[in-house]
């Protein structure tokens, strides 16, 4: 999966790659009521602008992601100065209020996320085979305090179609992954599209505490 992933990147195969903020992600994280301010984790970001957009709103974004060549093509496209370092096995990038952490997302852990407040995922959950997505909501739970709000782009192919990536993730897969450790709420569901037959799903996360 991992060499899949940067296989795409160093050959330029990244159609998932939007030129705008998703539509979604600009229509409902105003609603979620995320505190200002708050550290927003982006897991497995690629050079997604959706990160411009947060950062435009105030929240300081921690991206994760695989590939460097999408984090040197973020920094070559974005405005400012770019400044480097290494910390706990990951090299770090930080381009205003954007901070990109080149690594694996499974190796980052909760004495780096201390500051995360908040998270999105819009290419995540969908990149991942199945036998992974257990894993990675497992993860995502460990890393975000209480409290914490986040917003979940899932994609549902109609004819159940299992291959990927972008996976088909349906939405009783989703409460199955997260209801354990988040509240969950379908926010909006998209119409299929046309030709390769998704259907987007906005969903609404709240990481229940240790008494829920």
Wanted: charged share 20%; glycine share 12%.
């Amino acid at each position: 999966m991992a060499n899949e992933w940067l296989e795409r990147w160093r050959e330029g195969r990244i159609g998932f790659h939007r030129d705008r903020p998703h539509p979604l992600l600009v229509t409902h994280w105003p609603g979620l009521q995320v505190r200002p301010g708050a550290k927003v984790l982006v897991p497995l970001c690629g050079k997604s602008l959706d990160m411009r957009w947060l950062a435009s709103g105030d929240h300081p974004v921690l991206g994760i992601e695989l590939a460097p060549e999408a984090i040197e093509q973020f920094v070559a496209e974005g405005q400012g100065v770019v400044t480097r370092y290494h910390q706990a096995g990951f090299q770090i990038c930080r381009q205003g209020n954007v901070e990109l952490w080149q690594g694996d997302f499974f190796h980052f852990h909760i004495q780096q996320a201390a500051e995360i407040g908040a998270f999105y995922d819009r290419a995540s959950l969908i990149a991942l085979p199945p036998a992974t997505r257990q894993r990675y909501a497992f993860h995502l739970a460990q890393l975000v305090p209480p409290g914490s709000r986040g917003l979940l782009i899932s994609l549902e192919r109609g004819t159940g179609d299992a291959g990927g990536p972008p996976y088909s993730v349906s939405n009783e897969e989703v409460h199955g992954l997260f209801d354990s450790n988040f509240r969950v709420t379908l926010l909006a569901q998209g119409e299929p599209e046309a030709g390769s037959g998704f259907r987007e799903s906005a969903w609404a996360l709240l990481r229940r505490g240790p008494l829920e």
